[in-house]
C-alpha cells in the first residue's frame, strides 16, 4: 500500500469516528451557567448536557431537565484568569522596571549599581504576583456551541459595534 493512501485511510477513519463521536456527546460540567429565552439565569454547579438539554447532576431525585430548545447561550466555567493578569501584571513590571533603569542611565549625575538585573526581576515578580491575584478574583467563562445558535451575545459585539458607530 502507497503512503499516500495509508495516510488517507488514516484521516478518512478519523474523520468519521470525530463525527459519531460528537453525534453521541454528553458533556458532565463543574458549573455552567444558561440564558434561557424567558431571560432567567441559571447557574447549576454540577450539571450534564446531553442532546435532549441540561441535567443537574446535584439532586438524582429532582432532576431538572431544560430543554435544549429553551437555552437562548449556555457558558461552562473553564477557571480564572489568574494566568493571563499575571502575564499582564509581570509585563508592566518588566517594562517599568526597564523605562527605570534606562532614566537612571539617562542622567549624568547618577551611576547605575551593579544589582540592576536583580532589581528588575524582583520587580517583575512580584507585579506578576499581583497580577495572578487580582486575576484569581475574575472567573473564566467559556460558550459552548449549542445546535440551536441562535443568540445575539452583546459582550461579543460590543466593540465593534462601538467601532461602527464612531465612524
Do not use: H
Amino acid at each position: 500500500m502507497k503512503p499516500a493512501k495509508f495516510i488517507y485511510l488514516v484521516i478518512s477513519f478519523l474523520l468519521l469516528a470525530q463525527i459519531s463521536y460528537s453525534q453521541n456527546k454528553e458533556e458532565v460540567f463543574e458549573k455552567y451557567r444558561a440564558l434561557l429565552k424567558s431571560g432567567e439565569n441559571v447557574v447549576i454547579e454540577q450539571g450534564q448536557l446531553t442532546s435532549s438539554g441540561l441535567l443537574d447532576a446535584t439532586n438524582p431525585q429532582n432532576k431538572i431537565v431544560i430543554p435544549l430548545s429553551d437555552i437562548r447561550a449556555l457558558d461552562r466555567y473553564s477557571g480564572t484568569k489568574a494566568l493571563e493578569y499575571g502575564l499582564y501584571g509581570a509585563g508592566c513590571g518588566l517594562l517599568g522596571s526597564l523605562l527605570g533603569i534606562a532614566q537612571v542611565q539617562a542622567d549624568p549625575n547618577k551611576k547605575l549599581k551593579d544589582n540592576a538585573a536583580t532589581i528588575v526581576i524582583a520587580i517583575t515578580a512580584v507585579c506578576g504576583v499581583i497580577g495572578a491575584l487580582i486575576g484569581m478574583g475574575s472567573e473564566k467563562w467559556e460558550q459552548v456551541p449549542l445546535n440551536n445558535q441562535n443568540s445575539f451575545r452583546l459582550d461579543q459585539y460590543q466593540t465593534l459595534i462601538a467601532v461602527q458607530i464612531k465612524l
